[in-house]
């Protein structure tokens, strides 16, 4: 399995970003899918999931400001993220079944 994330980029405080994680070599539609998140000098966290059924959980965090979806069909996975706020700052990984994917950045300016 590869999973290729992007969408993330430099942003205000209070603004929105949405990550995509694209998986290729395997469907994802039996899996679990997870967003993690690694800020400067943190350990990775856990952000939120999708299960095959499209039931949902977010961390404390970013709950009521994520909002994570899967599109079967197109094998991808989605995070939108609304008002981002500095400490959202991270590099963002998708995972699944103990792949990851090679993480994109994600820059709140305040």
């Known amino acids: 399995v590869q999973l290729q994330a992007s969408g993330g980029g430099l942003v205000q405080a209070g603004g929105s970003l949405r990550l995509s994680c694209a998986a290729s070599?395997?469907?994802?539609?039996?899996?679990?899918m997870n967003w993690y998140r690694q800020a400067p000098g943190k350990q990775r966290e856990w952000v939120a999931l999708?299960?095959?059924?499209?039931?949902?959980n977010y961390a404390d965090s970013v709950k009521g400001r994520f909002t994570i979806t899967r599109d079967n069909a197109k094998n991808t996975v989605y995070l939108q993220m609304n008002s981002l706020q500095p400490e959202d700052t991270a590099v963002y990984y998708c995972?699944?079944?103990?792949?990851w994917g090679q993480g994109t950045l994600v820059t709140v300016s305040s």
């Open positions: 070599g395997t469907s994802l539609r039996f899996n679990t």
């Open positions: 999708v299960t095959r059924g499209g039931v949902t």
């Open positions: 995972n699944t079944a103990g792949h």
